[in-house]
Structures are given as structure tokens and as C-alpha cells.
DNA sequence: GCACCCTTGCAAATCGATTTGCATATCTTG
DNA sequence: CAAGATATGCAAATCGATTTGCAAGGGTGC
């Protein structure tokens, strides 16, 4: 065959009419037996599978999320992206991941491709769409799950990590080892996790009486390359902080690389911690000090959540689920 | 609205029928400006997006791909799966991620989720599966590119990397320092590279006149973790290896992790090389020696490959895309 | 033996966009 | 100005599965 077999065929094959097949396979009215097994008998001969693009026009549920990210390729995602694929699996759903590197018109036109495909639903992380924008794209009814972002909580569910937590600890253990002078890294502004990371860094900092000093507060993109950049720049500065948090961990190792090209030693010279406790944060030389972003967790919650809402409905109850962040403490602080 | 507006509500609102609407939009027949320009502002002011669902349904056709690999986690997949997704979105494309494992059941599945899901086409890089059994599960007509299996090139268009290229190239370097008492631990049995980089090993060590020691042969799977298991088993053997060669860098970190475990020194020791040179080999200390898989070349290769083959149909001569590998010499080797 | 119910099966409508066949209106051209 | 060509629009069929409404066959109870 060069086409897969549709329930016509199978209906003819078995002798029935298709609204037979289609009883007898959904189970939605008694079928004889007799009946029953001639036609999974055809269903195994001809190897039938329902089309789910026809399944999916009729009944306007097409088993299909979206997963928007910035980039796949910065390890915190497909850490995410593999307990979302894992739960989702379990009930028949596969996931489109689009990469919208964080830019706002990418990030709309995306949810735009996604509504177009009738996704039953959209995670997404946004970087530059505020809650609301997103909500103003996909409709009131599509199912949609926020990564991270405690603002427009009446419009979508929530996952969001309690980034202050890990900050507030981050900054104590430094000024307790007496970094007085701590600089602050972030990402490009917008709706994105580094400006959560960089208010929630602002108050640390007060909590632990220490000044904030505007000059040492850098953007640049959540990148390794980014991170460099940055770093350089901040460690050109006439005064020059001696410890830089990072709203990520890639930016973190940026700023590691722009350190030992600036032949400082790092922690003593200067100390350096990230954000998300990627994989690779426990493999860098020093191992990079940081605070874990439970990855595994956010994307389970995410798919769960998700899966919950489409079965519920959007009547049902919104859901807030907050996972804690803790320090990690290694060697680059 | 609570749902996207169809195209006989375009039409209702411009005063026309579907049929207009839709060839004015596709062009594929003559329209008059004034009704083009009536049914253009319609679209506007509705925020009219074809559903590509029903779309896909009638033109067979969904602009949609699948993504087949083993797991997203693997470093290696994303930097692959994000070139993918570049080149497929200037074209309209958007592609499913499913992860298998490896598991040649999952493999299976997934092909057969996928199919029923009218993908235009599938990139796999299968582990447990030949092309000839992937192609019996989608059909003839499916777009298939298949990662790196030269068997079965008349079932599927193939990108492979030349990855004996790199271990000859490997085996020369290690050999050249000395180096006599080479390991090598690959992943697990079956379809997957392991298997073609573990014979490119064995050629390799014949053409720089060195023995093959079946003892000194592994097999675990292709994780940090797996690494740390088979490299402390290879550790622990009587004799033990001077080098070892792993089918990866995710086997080659874990045997790091063995090594320092049993307070080897690296490369004084025990010298590793990995195979594939994600962003994390040049991040470990020491930096691991490994070759190099061009994955952003991989992706791009295969979605083009892909996407010529949709347009083109099955008719059109096979493509072999073979991409060069070289040595990384770094530390650990 | 009649009425009623339950089981089982089918025809037809539906989801939304595309496309073919037909019909009308407009335009050329000799 | 007649006739053929061209432009423009619509109704209906189609893709494949689901679901509703209708009907026939079989069984039961009184």
C-alpha cells in the first residue's frame, strides 16, 4: 500500500459500514461480538491506525501540544522538554517544540502557526510577550500553561519556580563569606526569567544590607557567547566587582571564559554563580556555584497541568504550582 | 471569540463564497481586485488563519515533520534538532521532537503515531531499527532521512557523518603518543552508531598495527551514567587499557567520572576520547579529546534532504549526504 | 399473537478548506 | 453586432472519522 487503509476499506473489508468500525472501536454503542472480531481481525490485517488529521477536524482535539522555548539548545530546555514528552506520552500526545529565541515577533508568530494547527494546548516560557499578548493570540478557550512568570496569573495556568528563594540564599552565602561587592548579570529585558532573577536579586541584596550599585547591572543574551560579552565588559570596568551572578548558567560560563581570558582566578579574584544548575554547571572547571532550577519538575508540572486543564475545561479552577530553587553550592563562589 | 473564524465566515463577512475566498487567497484562480481587496480586509479585520487541520485533511498535506531521536537530553540532539527547526521554518514546517530511547518498540511506535498523524516526512536516527523495518512501518511514500546508516540507503535518503574518518584519524594520534592498550565501549547492540564507530575502531587499530583485545570491548548505554558504570568495569579489569574510546561524549564524561573515582589521572593514567564534540567536551577538566560531529551541518543536511524530497516525491534519486569528522585533540588523549 | 423494547446496523451530516464543473457576465474581434 | 474568448462567481464533492437519527431484526412479556 502506498496510503495507510482508511475505516471505509476496513468497513469493506469486514463486510460493515464504517459507522460499525467506528462503534466498535470507540466502544460508543454495543457492537455484536461476532461483528467485533471480524472487524479487529481486518483492523490487524490491513494494519488500520484512525487518520488523526480527519479524527482531529472532527472532534477539534488533535492529541497535540506546543512547547515554545527560546532555545532548544541551552540545556535547562530539553531537560524540561523530556518530562513534558514524558508525561504527555502516556495519554497519546506528542508535542511541536518551536524555538523562538526569545524574540517577540517569533514568539507570536509562533503561538499564531500553533492556534493555525489546532494544538490542544500551549506550554511556553515566555521572553518578550506579556501573559495577556499570549492570551490575546491563541483565544480565551486554548489551554495554555506559563512558565515562570507570577504576572497575568488570571489568564493562564502557572509553573513557576520560586527564583527568589535560591537568590535570597545565593546573596546571604556570599556576603557571608564576605563579598561585599556582588554584580549582576541578566538577560535582554522583556517578560523573560532574568528580570524576575534580577528583582529578586535587588532585593536580596537589601535583605542583606548590601547596595545595589546600577553600574554593575549588565543585559546581554543567555548565552554562553552572551555571557562573555558581558563579561568582559564587566570586568573591564574601572571598579570592578569581585563576585557576578548570572540570570542563567550559560551566561555564567560567558563570564568564566571572559575571566580566565582576563587572567583572574576564579573564586578568588572573582566569584562567579549561574542560574538553573544545567548539567554541565557540575562539569566546568571550578565547578560553577549555583542555584537549581528543578527542570525535570517544572516539566512534569507543566505537562500535568496542561493535560488537566484540557480534560477540565477552562471553567475549572486556575492552577499556581510554585517549585522551590535551592543554592548549590561548588567552587566558583 | 472562543474559536479561529473559518473561511465561510470570511466569506459571509465580504459578501462572497467560500470558494472566492479561497481562490483569492491562493491565487490559483483570477479574482477582481475590488472582491480581492473586500475579502483581504475581511481576513484582517477577523484575524482569518486557514485551519491547517482541515487543510491537511483535504490536501494531504500538513506541513509537519517528525523529529525521531533517542533523547533531547543527549547534548548532541538539540544542536541537530535546532538547524532542523531553522530550515523547516522558513519553509512553513513545524516538527514534532518524540524521544525513543533507543528502545526498538518506542522506535516503532512512534513511526506508526507519527504516520497516523499524516507527517509530510521523518528524521530518525534509529538505534534498535533497520530502514528496511522503518520503511515497512511508514510505507513507500513516506519522506524518509535516515542519521547515519549506510545500510538501507535504497529505503531512505541518508545524512551520515564519516565517522571512521575521525577514529582513523584518532587511532593515528593515540598510537603516535604511545598509546597501545586501546579500549573501546560503545552503546548498546543494534542499529545505533555505537555499532559503526566500534567496527571503524577495530579498522582503525589494524591500520596502526595494534591488536583488538575482545576484553577490552564494552557496551552500555549512551549516558553519563552508562559511562560510569562501563568505565568503572573496564577500571576494574586485571588489565587494564591505557586508553579508551567511547561511542560518545556523554560515555566518555561518565568515564571520567569512573576514572577519578578510582583516582586515575587523566590522560597520565588512563587517556579518554569521546565522539561527537558537544558544547560540554571543551567545558570538562581536563577538556576531553573527542571527534567532532558536525550536528548543526547533520540538521541542516537532513531537513533539507527532507523538504527536497516532499517537493520532489519519491521518484526523484536518492541522496547520500556524507559529512566529515575530524579529531579534537584536547586534553584528555 | 400483539405490543414493546433492546440490540445492531446503516445513511447522512459534520468538521474546514480545496477544487472541479457549471453558469453568468464582460470583453474582443472580424 | 454576432460569436467566441475571457473573467468571475457559486454549488457541490472531497479528504477520513465521528455521531445522530432512523429502521430492521430478535426477543420478551402478558
Redesign the pocket.
Known amino acids: 500500500m502506498t ?2 487503509f ?3 476499506e476496513v ?1 469493506a473489508d469486514a ?6 468500525v ?5 466502544g ?8 467485533r472480531e471480524r472487524i479487529q481481525a481486518s483492523v490487524e490485517r490491513l494494519n ?1 491506525r ?2 488523526m488529521v ?2 482531529g ?4 482535539r488533535t492529541n497535540t501540544i506546543a512547547l515554545l522555548v527560546a532555545d532548544i539548545t541551552n540545556p535547562y530546555y530539553p531537560a524540561v522538554a523530556r518530562s513534558v514528552h514524558d508525561v504527555l506520552t502516556k495519554d497519546g500526545y506528542f508535542a511541536f517544540i518551536v524555538n523562538t529565541d526569545g524574540d517577540p515577533t517569533s514568539e507570536r508568530n509562533a503561538l499564531r502557526e500553533m492556534l493555525a494547527r489546532s494544538v490542544d494546548g500551549v506550554i511556553m516560557q515566555p521572553m518578550s510577550t506579556t501573559v495577556e499578548e499570549m492570551r490575546s493570540i491563541v483565544g480565551p478557550a486554548m489551554p495554555l500553561v506559563v512558565i515562570g512568570d507570577k504576572k497575568g496569573a488570571q489568564d493562564a495556568d502557572q509553573v513557576l519556580t520560586d527564583d527568589a528563594m535560591g537568590i535570597h540564599e545565593c546573596m546571604r552565602y556570599l556576603a557571608g563569606k564576605g563579598n561585599t561587592e556582588i554584580a549582576f548579570i541578566s538577560g535582554p529585558p522583556g517578560n523573560g526569567p532574568g528580570d524576575t532573577r534580577l528583582a529578586a536579586f535587588r532585593d536580596a541584596l537589601a535583605a542583606v544590607k548590601l547596595p545595589v550599585r546600577e553600574d554593575w547591572i549588565d543585559r546581554t543574551p543567555y548565552t554562553r557567547d552572551g555571557g562573555a560579552v558581558a563579561g568582559m565588559r564587566m570586568l573591564a570596568r574601572a571598579e570592578r566587582p569581585r563576585a557576578i551572578m548570572c540570570a542563567n548558567d550559560l551566561i555564567a560560563i560567558g563570564v568564566m571564559d571572559a575571566a580566565r581570558a582576563a587572567n583572574l582566578r576564579i573564586p578568588d579574584d572573582i566569584a562567579i554563580v549561574g542560574f538553573d544548575n544545567i548539567e554541565t554547571a557540575d562539569l566546568v572547571s571550578p565547578r560553577l556555584t549555583t542555584v537549581d532550577n528543578p527542570a525535570a519538575s517544572v516539566g512534569e508540572a507543566c505537562a500535568t497541568a496542561l493535560l488537566r486543564r484540557i480534560t477540565d475545561g477552562r471553567d475549572a479552577p486556575h492552577q499556581v504550582i510554585a517549585l522551590p530553587t535551592k543554592l548549590i553550592a561548588r567552587e566558583s563562589a
Do not use: D, E
Not at 463486510?15 to 460499525?20: E, H, M, Q, R
Not at 460508543?28 to 461483528?35: D, P, Y
Not at 477536524?57 to 477539534?60: A, D, V
Open positions: 496510503k495507510p482508511s475505516i471505509a468497513a463486510g460493515v459500514s464504517p459507522t460499525t467506528s462503534h466498535a472501536l470507540s460508543k454503542r454495543a457492537v455484536s461480538k461476532a461483528t488500520y484512525p487518520n480527519a479524527k477536524l472532527r472532534s477539534q
